[in-house]
């Protein structure tokens, strides 16, 4: 039965219309392609392994149907024999043929000493421009600006500004061993990894945030090493350099390293456990180095301080939102101090990141609209603890999320995106208040009158109800001696 290609699942189908094939045809194709010697021979005739010499089936067809033809004629002689007999024929007239042609090679000339083939020319250009090349993509490597990688993440060119980022930093490595450019090339994979973690949608951002530590961690220990190496810069005299300029520039760097290390360490913690870390110590090592990037930054009077003020705060607004978000509701039940504690730190943080940013730059910049939504949406989402102050974080949040959508809407106007946002949040915090003053209307009644918290409001509540039990049990006793003293 003869048959079709049918795509690209590789499937065969019988052809229609009757076809037939002659059976000695049929068994030497199938012969032809069991031969690995054969098959590789058809399949290296095609320029790129995918399509094959039409010519050279044929020749090994009809090859194969002569021999089948011969051994049909000798009753005596199988297909293998005759094969065998007819490559051995073959192998000898092809020892013959070459005999010949040697033969028939005029004699070469020895070349003079310092003389060259045209061959040898040629391979020798090619080596001189293969060369030259090399040193074209060295010079280019070690010109690399560390920061290219960013137009290329934003086309989705994550492999390619991966590879010259690597190959940028190995050359730098062997050439002038760890600098601060071999620094820079390593935060700036970091970088790299932190921006697919962002926009990841395969559900590999754990691992993305990983290595992006490990990129950052690598130019922390390279930074620290180069700083502690400054003091023994000497002149031309043998006095020591001091190069204050380069200690800043490479402290600075420092912070920044930090910063983006603690970042993805949250990043991580935040996805649970790993295998080569737990979120509890992801989030210790990611504190300590926040902490570290906000002091240095303090020290040199940095003018992004409210940055790493910020994310300080950071740090711990993720530890509370990974008890918060856990799906073991006994577990967050019996951690609400942890939370509220945490929250406590990271609004503490923010509001001071908010407090430099206004002194800086004033309460209508975008950093300090910034600073506003992250403070209002931690009394957000504190507010979704199951405990009793909810209203009050409500309350709290509601105000804050006013507070911001007013300058939002004087700078940007209405159509704004984060305008959108911000009332969209807003609106969200009005409900759910709603609803909770629905559910507790004494208490909000007695808050609004005497400025009482919600804790209070309840155990004011409890007490009042204790006081009306104890009269309703006072009155009926009292009843009950009248109607035992008047039958």
């Known amino acids: 039965m003869g048959c079709q290609w049918s795509g690209e699942k590789a499937d065969f189908h019988a052809l229609h219309g009757g076809v037939t094939i002659d059976p000695i045809e049929e068994h030497a194709h199938i012969f032809a392609w069991k031969d690995p010697a054969m098959r590789q021979r058809v399949i290296l005739s095609g320029p790129s392994g995918e399509h094959h010499d039409v010519m050279a089936i044929q020749e090994s067809l009809a090859y194969h149907i002569h021999l089948m033809k011969e051994a049909d004629d000798d009753k005596g002689e199988t297909l293998s024999s005759a094969l065998g007999r007819r490559r051995q024929a073959d192998e000898q007239a092809l020892a013959e043929q070459k005999r010949l042609a040697y033969k028939s090679l005029p004699v070469q000339q020895e070349q003079p000493i310092g003389t060259s083939s045209a061959q040898d020319v040629r391979l020798s250009r090619v080596a001189e421009l293969e060369a030259e090349q090399e040193k074209v993509k060295q010079a280019e490597l070690l010109a690399l600006d560390a920061g290219c990688w960013q137009e290329m993440a934003e086309q989705g060119l994550f492999q390619k500004a991966e590879d010259l980022l690597t190959s940028a930093a190995e050359l730098e490595e062997n050439v002038s061993g760890q600098t601060e450019r071999y620094a820079m090339l390593m935060h700036s994979l970091g970088a790299l990894y932190d921006f697919r973690s962002n926009v990841d949608v395969t559900g590999q951002q754990q691992e993305l945030s990983l290595s992006s530590s490990r990129f950052a961690e690598c130019a922390v220990r390279v930074l620290r090493t180069l700083t502690s190496n400054i ?58 180095d926040v902490k570290e990037a906000a002091s240095i930054r303090e020290e040199l009077h940095h003018s992004q301080l409210a940055e790493a003020v910020m994310a300080v705060g950071y740090v711990f607004y993720c530890r509370a939102c990974r008890v918060l978000n856990s799906k073991d509701a006994e577990s967050v039940v019996g951690k609400i101090e942890f939370m509220e504690q945490n929250y406590a730190y990271a609004l503490k943080h923010y509001k001071k990141s908010l407090n430099l940013y206004l002194q800086k730059v004033g309460e209508e910049h975008t950093d300090s609209i910034r600073m506003r939504c992250n403070i209002a949406l931690v009394y957000n989402v504190m507010s979704r603890m199951p405990c009793e102050s909810r209203l009050e974080y409500l309350s709290e949040a509601e105000m804050q999320y006013q507070q911001v959508l007013k300058i939002q809407e004087k700078v940007f106007g209405k159509r704004h995106q984060r305008t959108q946002r911000i009332e969209i949040d807003l609106k969200d915090v009005a409900q759910r208040k709603s609803q909770l003053q629905a559910n507790e209307p004494n208490a909000m009644l007695v808050q609004n009158l005497f400025g009482m918290s919600a804790a209070d409001v309840k155990e004011a509540e409890k007490e009042r109800k204790a006081q009306a039990d104890k009269l309703m049990q006072e009155f009926l006793q009292a009843r009950r001696k009248e109607r035992a003293g008047n039958p």
């Open 231 to 288: 003091g023994d810069e000497v002149d031309a005299n043998g006095s020591q350099i001091a190069s204050q300029s380069r200690r800043k520039r490479l402290t600075d760097y420092l912070a920044k390293s930090l910063l983006m290390r603690g970042k993805s360490l949250c990043n991580t913690a935040l996805d649970g456990d790993c295998q080569d870390t737990t979120a509890e110590t992801a989030f210790d090592d990611a504190e300590q």
